[in-house]
């Protein structure tokens, strides 16, 4: 049986940073006679697969017309291609802890047997990492994402971004930023700990850069407590006196603080603001009910409460930001009021990764295509359920 996974993670440890598509392709080659390989990334609206090398020769390949490369980002599983003179490619997913990264294309002259796709396949995963991992030492790979200029405000957002998804035990997570290049002051940050996921949705104030910058102050002091132990509470209440004592009531941020227990489906809740939960459950769409309490840094001191909410296996979770379901282009009714729930619906038999993706564009096409009006965030969470899950608390 080919064994490429050795010798691909060797080559990829000791290659520069901005070499790692290079390196696979030569190892690729060696092990498993590869005739070459190619390095695909999704750029940051996930709308296309964009090349890694020669980008100013190489097309992109766009998901919505390269029906190949896009089964394999969609579905996360290999797809073979057998072209008329023999040759085969084999598109791999590239992806790392439930994160869709972008492609791995490996051509072979022939049509490779089951054991050298599961071996190609095996060097993909490793080259994923690696390539999360160098995105902090190089930029090459965030470049090939953009397809545009990012404005300073949505550079600083990315870059504060945990990731586009993660799946963590019976949790599937995704998230979704728009407009991407131009971003102000929304945003989502999550961590996975043991059988505990902590989510929150921002729904920044103000525009551009002076929106950003409040975002990230409000972001660290979330994370400065939540790796220092604290509880939602303490997040929360850290938070908003840091917003506080920095602006003295003049400016606030709207924000919701969820914590998954995954083992029993068990959710506990902080709502600061105006990002919204809803619930999609056998087909139908339903908001969870909180109690709305102050914005962080509205007031010095002021203190939080909890709540719970209970899941059911096979329950999803959307999260938006006002900009989603506020939205009110050219007069029609608001985005939330019934064009959003059904949106989420049509979800129904799509992964989270997908799912975010798909609220996003029918959000875009209620506007018909026009600019959004304000930033937006949907984020997307599936709890399959788990078979350590007891009792389960259900409101």
């Known amino acids: 049986m080919p064994e490429a996974s050795g010798p691909v993670s060797r080559a990829l440890r000791t290659a520069p940073p901005d070499q790692l598509p290079e390196a696979a392709d030569a190892v690729l080659r060696q092990t498993l006679g590869a005739a070459r390989a190619e390095v695909f990334v999704a750029d940051y609206r996930s709308s296309g697969l964009w090349p890694v090398r020669d980008q100013e020769h190489a097309d992109g390949v766009p998901l919505r017309s390269q029906g190949v490369a896009q089964r394999c980002f969609s579905s996360q599983q290999p797809v073979l291609d057998t072209a008329d003179d023999g040759r085969c490619r084999a598109y791999l997913p590239l992806s790392v802890w439930g994160e ?27 080259l994923a990492v690696a390539v999360r991992a160098a995105d902090r030492e190089t930029d090459r790979y965030r470049r090939v994402r953009r397809r545009e200029r990012l404005s300073m405000a ?103 603080l969820l914590e998954l227990d995954g083992r029993r489906g068990v959710v506990r809740a902080v709502d600061a603001g105006s990002p919204r939960v809803l619930r999609l459950r056998g087909g139908r769409v339903t908001p969870v009910s909180l109690e709305q309490q102050l914005p962080l840094g509205m007031f010095a ?67 018909v295509d026009a600019d959004l009006r304000d930033d937006a965030v949907v984020v997307c969470l599936d709890w399959r359920g788990s078979s350590r899950s007891g009792d389960v608390t259900r409101r």
Not at 213 to 222: D, E, G, Q
Not at 337 to 358: N, Y
Request: aromatic share 6%.
């Open 100 to 126: 869709r990264l972008g492609v791995l294309l490996v051509e072979f002259p022939g049509v490779p047997d089951a054991a050298t796709v599961a071996a190609a396949r095996d060097a993909a995963g490793d």
């Open 301 to 367: 001191e002021t203190r939080y409460a909890v709540q719970e909410f209970g899941l059911e296996p096979g329950d999803r979770l959307f999260v938006v930001s006002d900009g989603v379901y506020a939205a009110e282009p050219d007069e029609q009714e608001p985005y939330g009021a019934r064009a959003m729930a059904r949106a989420m619906r049509s979800t129904r038999l799509q992964p989270a990764t997908e799912a975010v993706g798909t609220v996003m564009r029918e959000l875009h096409a209620y506007h």
């Open 154 to 256: 949505a550079e600083m957002q990315w870059d504060l971004l945990p990731g586009r998804s993660v799946e963590h035990g019976d949790v599937l997570l995704a998230g979704q930023l728009e407009p991407a290049y131009t971003v102000g002051g929304d945003h989502f940050d999550w961590s996975v700990d043991s059988d505990r996921l902590t989510l929150t949705v921002l729904n920044g104030a103000g525009n551009g850069l002076s929106a950003s910058l409040l975002t990230a102050v409000t972001v660290n002091a979330m994370r400065n407590a939540r790796r220092s132990g604290g509880s939602l509470v303490e997040q929360a209440e850290l938070a908003s006196d840091t917003i506080f004592y920095q602006h003295r009531g003049e400016r606030h941020v709207a924000t919701l």
